[in-house]
């Protein structure tokens, strides 16, 4: 994988990336982390690269272009360009396992109050900030997450179950650990530990990860009782829930709503993020997934019609609909298209509402979806 990472200091970014195991996965060619001095892309003769704000105010900006000439000069096609800044999305482990799956990626260090606005518009693809902390530049939040990313990437960590483990254990902290001497300041190592038994020394680390848990990070804590729940209960339909339980057992999905009987688990496949809805209804035909909330629902249906809540049936998010090689017919383009229309405008959840099979089997064909299952797509 390549990290490219665009800043006024590259040193900032090669002293830290040079030690530990960034270091070593580099040596190994693991990873490449490129890191690219915006100042040579300047076409100022004294390779200025701020000036003074419009409308005034403290402090300098970077201008757009030497920005945009680094960015164009050095990240390949599609790679995702992620700017850093305490105004992004917070970042999270699931970004970093998003960022790794790409085979590249471009950080974007702003200095001084920042970057022109317009050139963030052109090249910015995600927004990320590591705190609601302000730091002096961005490039300390790089590295947070180049270092993040990195250890995700295969052969990294030189063990790749310690990376795979953690997200079996989503939302509980880890365990406390202990190495030798057995007893230190009068403390012994718990005898659990020292037992040798997997069926005495898991149950214990559960434990206590649980007890971290509720007591550093309550917000957590809430989150694992609710999983734990959900699981239990989709656990108890196995069968019919298999697809959703395999993956959520692999970390491969998460479950983002959980009430009586209703279920929404988001599962992360390689291109798109998919939602399943389990209900306690199985019917096919039934229209029993009232799961999400505040969402623009779109029908052929005037019946269906509705904000707020989805009547599920098929769930579009973001995600804009693929043409087929052949148009099927007139309806299901300007249907399309009207989606498409939508979902370019709209953040929102863009729901779907069909009953009528015809219509549905189409989008079934276009989307790729199994025809006995409620699914929601999102990008
Ligand atoms: N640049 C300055 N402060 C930052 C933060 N908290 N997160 C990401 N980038 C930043």
């Known amino acids: ?124 693809t995600d927004y990320v900030s590591i705190g609601d902390y302000v730091l002096t530049g961005g490039e300390l939040a790089a590295m947070v997450i180049t270092d993040a990313v990195a250890r995700l990437v295969p052969e990294v960590l030189g063990n790749d179950d310690s990376a795979e483990i953690e997200s079996f254990h989503r939302n509980l902290l880890e365990y406390p650990q202990y190495t030798r001497p057995e007893v230190w300041h009068d403390k012994a190592v718990p005898d659990e530990l020292l037992s040798g038994n997997p069926k005495i020394i898991n149950p214990w680390r559960l434990e206590k990860s649980i007890e971290r848990t509720k007591e550093r990070r309550p917000d957590l804590y809430e989150k694992y009782l609710v999983d734990t729940k959900a699981i239990d209960w989709l656990k108890s339909f196995k069968r019919e829930f298999i697809f959703a339980l395999e993956p959520l057992r692999r970390g491969e999905a998460e479950i983002i709503h959980f009430e009586d009987g209703k279920i929404l688990v988001l599962k992360d496949l390689n291109e798109n993020k998919v939602y399943e809805v389990c209900t306690e209804s199985k019917k096919p035909d039934g229209i029993d997934a009232k799961l999400i909330k505040n969402c623009t629902i779109y029908s052929t249906d005037e019946k269906f019609k509705d904000e707020g809540n989805a009547f599920v049936q098929y769930v579009y998010t973001e995600k804009l609909m693929k043409k087929p090689e052949k148009e099927t017919s007139k309806k299901a383009f300007l249907q399309r298209e009207k989606m498409n229309q939508a979902l370019e405008k709209e953040e929102t959840f863009f729901v779907l509402v069909n009953d009528n099979d015809e219509e549905e089997k189409l989008f079934q064909e276009q989307m790729g979806l199994y025809p006995s299952r409620r699914l929601v797509y999102i990008k």
């Open 1 to 124: 994988m390549k990290i490219n990472v665009l800043t006024l200091f590259p040193e900032m970014i090669e002293n830290i990336a040079k030690e530990s195991i960034l270091g070593k996965a580099i040596e190994n060619g693991h990873i490449i982390i490129n890191a690219v001095n915006i100042r040579e892309f300047s076409n100022n003769k004294h390779n200025r690269v701020d000036d003074y704000t419009y409308g005034g105010g403290a402090g300098m900006l970077m201008m757009a272009e030497p920005v945009y000439e680094c960015y164009k000069t050095v990240a390949g096609s599609g790679s995702r360009c992620i700017y850093v800044t305490p105004q992004g999305h917070p970042f999270s482990q699931k970004m970093a396992m998003d960022f790794a799956k790409e085979e590249e990626i471009t950080i974007l260090c702003g200095h001084y109050e920042g970057i022109d606005e317009r050139v963030l518009e052109e090249i910015v």
